[in-house]
């Protein structure tokens, strides 16, 4: 697909727009499934074909360093998606215990085209070209030089990862089929709305997994063995109670909000939260994903200490219990 492709679009509101801050992760190998499975929050070996699954790499104190959504290509050869700007890092971390397996790490992003398609008619442009779709959350299929998944709960979103060298037919087809300008922020708001926190270079290593909803989410298996931070992570699971939780919040589109930033409870200057993602849903609103405590979102959360914008809570499409 060409860059000026990429620039316009040719069903009602259907999109398809390059997903530029996405990456893959290509583990590989032997070993490569007892690897992840022990370095992974998530339970790797359930893996099966046509079903992914969401996952977190943590240090040892517990504090998440990257999601990901992985998929088993082969039984040897696994995929993970994760942020473009994490990815040198966690190949990186992970290289230091790749050394002790058989199994081979590769940045495989140049391989593929990761693409996302929105609208409500995806299902029937896409029953034009494919025999068989993804039904559920976390289900995929494959068609030619395709991978087809999806990778939230929301029903008018679908991702395709398109192998580079045979990168044509599927994608080319939808995007004539195309009516909507394509958006990566857009896609990234409609993320937000289904509650999945993704980490960012800016959140790497700052949170604990409850602190993101991850144990809401899937993306801990608490019955599976030992990886790095599984302790400190049980523990808060089995003995404690996650004090500050995420939230789904708005705020005008002007309100300048970047990850990692601050929110405040007014008139005081210690933050009361902080920002783990966020993304313009439209010209007029913006949305925030903030991890804080109960009492701070009744209190009311702002961008700054003293004449500032408020935040305002939305619902998420999953409960959120404070302890």
Known sequence: ?????????SAAG?????????????????DAVNFLHN?????????????????SFCNPQGRVLADFIALAVTADTLLLRLQRDILARTLESLGRFAVFSKVTLRDATEDWQLLGLQG?????????????????????????????????????ALELW????????????LMTQSTSQP??????AANLRQGIARLQ????????????????????????GCYPGQEVIARMHYKGKAKRRMLLMTLPADANLQAGAPVYRAGQDQ?????????????????????????????????????????????????????
């Not at 697909?1 to 679009?9: C, E, F, I, L």
């Not at 398109?162 to 087809?173: M, N, Q």
């Not at 270079?201 to 599976?224: M, V, W």
């Open 271 to 323: 933050a009361a939260g902080a920002v783990i993602n966020t993304a313009l849903a439209s010209d007029e609103e913006r949305l925030v994903l903030v991890t804080t405590t109960a009492t701070a979102a009744e209190d009311g959360l702002y961008t700054a200490p003293e004449a500032s914008v408020p935040l305002q809570v939305l619902t998420l499409p999953y409960s959120v219990p404070f302890g």
């Open 39 to 55: 370095q992974a929050s998530c339970d790797i070996r359930q893996l099966n074909t046509g079903r992914a699954c969401y996952g």
């Open 120 to 156: 409500e008619n995806w299902q029937a442009a896409l029953r034009e070209h494919v025999a068989e779709i993804p039904e559920d959350a976390l289900d995929w299929t494959a068609a030619p030089g395709t991978l087809l998944l999806r990778p939230t709960t929301d029903p008018q």
């Open 14 to 30: 259907l999109s398809l727009t390059r997903l530029q801050s996405e990456a893959l992760l290509e583990v590989s190998g032997p």
């Open 201 to 224: 270079a800016t959140t790497s290593g700052e949170f604990l997994p409850q602190q993101l909803n991850y144990d809401l989410c899937g993306h801990i298996n608490f019955r599976k």
């Open 183 to 188: 958006d990566e922020e857009k896609w990234q």
């Open 1 to 9: 697909m060409s860059d000026k492709q990429n620039t316009h679009s």
């Open 162 to 173: 398109v192998r580079v060298a045979a990168e044509g037919a599927l994608a080319e087809a």
